[in-house]
């Protein structure tokens, strides 16, 4: 037993990444796109959240409830920011998916600490449990080697 448990926990340390994606995009069985910013808040300070797209060298602000920077006038009309328990924010934007640049980096930040992802259109999944599972960067090779660890116990 302590064989299995060194050897799955040298395979943890060489495949699960330091840090997990802090933003997912996917598109949602009604053609939304949703970019999910899953970065903790810091504590006392007042939370802030800024969304936002960028293709070449043009960024555009989506949605965001900071004073001063006003977000695309028609992309902020069509998109809706929830907050995520227990931490981050969920953006969805409606009717803009075939509008989509082919190369696209979305990015939030949550109190001012930022997470991007880059990503082309054809790699945009849909929004299912199952396609999050796999995309997410840790959280199934953690579920793998606690699964092999039971079974060889």
Partial sequence: MLKFLFLFGVLGVLLIPAECNLITVCVEDDNDLRVDCLIKPKANKITTYEFSWSSGTKETLINNNVTGSPPDAQLRDSSEVVELEPHGYRMTLRGHT????????????????????????????????????????????VCLLFFFYQTHC
């Fill in 98 to 141: 075939d509008k989509l640049p082919h190369n696209t980096t979305y990015m939030c930040k949550v109190t001012g600490q930022p997470a991007n992802i880059n990503m082309e259109k054809e790699q945009l999944t849909p929004c299912s449990a199952v396609s999050f599972f796999l995309k997410s960067s840790c959280s199934w090779i």
